[in-house]
């Protein structure tokens, strides 16, 4: 007999129709003891809109599910048949400890919240000395998951050490990275989970305000983060013995840059989100001038598991420096995309492989650590993922992105792409940062448009260090890492682009031709109506002149008799 029906409503849900399931739903069943509910994601975002009937014995997922009565009968009839079987090898190599309850539970019902365990930690906390608290996460050994990896218990022993008049703990929530997603997710769908993880740390520390600093391009996690907080005020949860926590959200504008502490900082006091000179830390110095504290969404939500295990119990899990799990926005060149936790140690080739689906041969690279990350190549995927062995390899853990890059993309135009982006988001404080990655970008931009030479190769490799020790804050200190690593690691690239002339993936516009193979052609047309810059005439001919390598004839021509080829390689 069903009990309820779950529907995946997080923004990947939403984005793929789910919003349209569950009003179907809601017309189309009219039984008073089926509920029909909200819950945000399960991790498996390719697999969108996903719902989940849950019996008095059991529970089964239906995957792309689409409203018609089709999919109301397989639902209805609870049809194993018809019912999605998450892939073994990913259930098997994920471990869910922080997602546990993601896409499984209403993420703005406190009861239910309550009922899954909800709050049993900072109950827990409670009855522990502010010293005691900070033992077991030192014991755990849980690092920053924002990126720096810096040891958490060590941070927040240098807050609960200071005597002020406030202490502040600040909630990075600033998710800035191009194909990251876990924070957005955690606060979507588990949203008291992250708020339990501030209060223990409030209660460790003697913080008496706490912010959560929210992109504003995030409404959805906004929206369930604010009722939450609601929540907690209304059953008074946020109540210590001698006082009561403040709790307030800021939607940042979406600068890159507020990702560093010290810029979010200026940002929550109302100024420009520019970085400062550290000395004095935040801990020592921050918002308004009072001690603060700063761990992101993912640090926080690991907090109540470390409290409810204990510390030794934590630590068991992960490697000998990086102990737990690490949660992984996966993006790119995949069959899987999605949200996964996984234990410190796994491979990169476990989790590309095994979990996301990719095909063994057809990828080059992962791009890991966001834009500031490094292209690590498909030779060492057999690395464990850790703070350590990442960085051996020239790249950094970040806050999770995890961008699989197909055998078929060009690392120059990858690495210019990752710039570009941190180029644009510098704050333009310091000299390195403002004018160095914009000069390494004009290098790169040259080298792409087949204008490039060694000396621009040595001048990358000179400048890029450069920048790296001489930049204010992590954002110029890590924006060459994507290019550094490619040229570490495929070199050959560069230099097919400045001595060969070529784009070795046929990718960089400026050096290859759209050729249209008439013995291929039956001439059905579709490219010369598609075109947008009129480049194909009547008789077939593609005039490179004129187009625009937008891909469009590619794309459409039913037969595959147009291609990318080398510049000047054919005629036509």
Not at 32 to 52: R, T
Not at 260 to 269: D, G, W, Y
Request: hydrophobic share 35%; aromatic share 6%; charged share 25%.
């Amino acid at each position: 007999m069903i009990k309820r029906i779950k529907v995946g409503m997080a923004s990947c849900g939403i984005a793929a129709g789910a919003s349209e399931v569950k009003k179907f739903l809601q017309q189309n069943i009219d039984d008073e003891n089926i509920e029909i509910i909200e819950v945000g994601c399960i991790g498996h975002c390719y697999a969108e809109p996903l719902v989940e009937v849950e019996t008095e014995k059991t529970s089964i997922f239906f995957d792309q599910v689409e409203p018609t009565e089709e999919y109301l009968e397989k639902i209805l009839s609870v049809d194993k048949n018809s019912a999605m079987t998450f892939r073994d090898e990913r259930v098997s190599r994920e471990k869910l400890k922080v997602t546990r309850l993601a896409g499984r539970i209403d993420p703005v019902s406190f009861d239910e919240y309550i009922e899954h365990g909800g709050y049993q930690s900072l109950e827990k906390a409670r009855k522990m000395q502010p010293e005691e608290i900070i033992k077991e996460v030192k014991t755990s050994g849980l690092r920053g998951r924002g990126g720096g990896g810096f040891p958490t218990g060590l941070k927040w022993s240098f807050l609960a050490a200071k005597e002020a008049e406030k202490k502040i703990l600040i909630c990075n929530a600033d998710e800035g990275d191009p194909g990251a997603f876990m924070d957005r997710s955690m606060m979507e769908s588990v949203p008291h989970q992250v708020l339990e993880g501030m209060l223990i740390a409030a209660l460790a520390t003697g913080a008496t305000e706490l912010f959560i600093y929210a992109r504003a391009e995030y409404p959805l996690a906004v929206k369930n983060i604010n009722k939450a907080i609601d929540q907690i005020y209304e059953h008074k949860v946020n109540v210590f013995d001698d006082r009561v926590i403040d709790i307030t959200v800021k939607e940042g504008a979406g600068a890159f840059v507020c990702g560093e502490e010290t810029a979010m900082i200026h940002s929550l006091e109302g100024n420009r989100g520019n970085p400062r000179f550290r000395p004095p830390y935040p801990t020592d110095e921050g918002y308004k001038g009072y001690p603060t504290l700063i761990n992101n969404v993912e640090s926080f939500s690991n907090v109540p598991i470390v409290i409810k295990e204990g510390g030794k119990k934590y630590a068991e899990l992960g490697t000998e420096n990086s102990k737990g799990t690490k949660l992984f926005a996966l993006a790119g060149d995949l069959k899987y995309a999605g949200l996964v936790e996984v234990p410190m140690g796994l491979t990169i080739g476990e989790v590309v492989y095994d979990i996301g689906g990719a095909q063994r041969g057809e990828v080059k690279a992962v791009q890991i650590g966001g834009p500031s990350g490094g292209c690590i190549p498909a030779e060492h995927f057999d690395v464990p993922i850790d703070y350590d062995s990442l960085e051996s390899l020239g790249a950094i853990m970040g806050s999770g992105g995890l961008i699989v890059i197909g055998s078929n993309r060009c690392m120059v135009e990858t690495a210019r792409y990752f710039l570009e982006f941190t180029t644009k988001e510098s704050c333009g404080k310091c000299t390195f940062c403002r004018i160095g990655t914009k000069r390494m970008l004009e290098t790169l931009e040259k080298i792409t448009k087949g204008e490039g030479s060694m000396d621009d190769i040595e001048f990358l490799e000179d400048l890029g260090p450069k920048v790296i020790e001489a930049s204010l804050c992590g954002l110029g200190q890590t924006a060459p890492n994507p290019v550094l690593s490619t040229l570490r690691y495929f070199k050959d690239e560069y230099l097919a682009h400045v001595k060969d002339k070529h784009c070795p993936a046929l990718q960089c516009n400026d050096l290859v031709d759209i050729f249209l193979d008439q013995e291929t052609c039956i001439e059905c047309r579709q490219c010369i109506k598609n075109c947008p810059v009129d480049a194909i005439s009547d008789d077939f001919v593609v005039d490179n002149d004129i187009c625009t390598r937008c891909n469009t004839c590619v794309e459409v021509c039913p037969v595959d008799a147009i291609s990318r080829v080398k510049r000047g390689e054919k005629n036509g």
